[in-house]
């Protein structure tokens, strides 16, 4: 197996898919690393030689490599990629649905990290950037407040995201309280500081009226899934100026009808909506570190399976 690591090219991306690290410890595998790919989060090409890589550019890692691995989809047309090829990361399956198809119609493979199964956590990357992007967006929400002091924080969804905002709103002694949609996700919530559980969005108007949380982070999203939209219109006209909403997840169609991907925006009524769509390259270093983890998991998965009879 030839593997290929490409630069990244999507917009403000620091990451890399794999660091020298976990390429030392691909045993068998032969590795061919993209020119500068690591230069963002410190590693010179001579770290991915010194761990047994060569180095390549772009042209080259397409005509010769069996497995390609990125973090975000190439910024350009995959015209080069060959019948036989896999090609593994986030492959963004709702807005590259066709894209996805053709390249399937062409005998490729896409193997993306959003539709990994929470079973197997070792090569589960997206829970992993997901902790990341719930840590960042609380802290982030919480800069745009203009109030010192604890503040009351409402959690939409306990995904890995989500429990990461709660751990983080319960660090700075905030008042978090979360909705989810399972019971486990309750024992989850309150064991990472959660004060209260919302168990579905029935009661969630009532309760941002009586409330008057500060703070909403929008987290609710099922994998490769469309996200559900918890904060209709009602509901923002409930919430008192100055309140601050982060939605996490508007490239999967958010929870909040007035979202709008990579902006801040202030609604007539003072209330704040934020959003960005990368918040694991704020922290490339750890970022890169966990993903890398996973794909160097994943690779070696599928040479165990291959090498079954």
Known sequence: MIVGVLRETAAEERRV???PEDVRGLAGVRVIVERDAGRSIGFDDA??????????DRAKIFARCDVVVWVKPPAYQLDSVRPGMTLIGFQDPLHRRDVIAALRARGIESVGYETVPHSRPDIDALSAMSRIAGEIAYE???QLRST??????????????????????????DEPTAMGNRKEQESAAILRGAKAFLPDPA?????????????????????????????????????????VIIDLVAKSGGNCV???????????NGVIVTHRSNYPT????????????????????????????
Do not use: N
């Not at 007035?258 to 007539?268: K, N, Y």
């Not at 922290?283 to 090498?307: D, F, G, Q």
């Open 17 to 19: 898919a794999l660091i």
């Open 47 to 56: 770290d991915y030689v010194a761990a047994g890589a060569q180095l390549g």
């Open 140 to 142: 982030q929400a919480r």
């Open 148 to 173: 010192e002091g604890p503040v009351r924080s409402l959690i939409l969804g306990c995904g890995q995201a989500g429990l990461a905002a709660i751990a983080a709103a319960a660090a700075h002694g």
């Open 203 to 243: 009661g969630l108007l009532a309760h941002l009226a009586a409330e008057s949380p500060a703070l909403i982070v929008c987290a609710a999203v099922h994998r490769g899934s469309r996200g559900p939209i918890l904060l209709d219109a009602p509901a923002l006209d409930s919430l008192r100026p100055g309140t």
């Open 258 to 268: 007035a979202t709008v991907p990579d902006r801040t925006i202030t609604l007539p």
């Open 282 to 309: 704020l922290r490339p270093v750890e970022a890169s570190h966990a993903y890398s983890a996973a794909t160097a998991a994943l690779l070696k998965s599928r040479i165990a399976s291959s090498a079954e009879p």
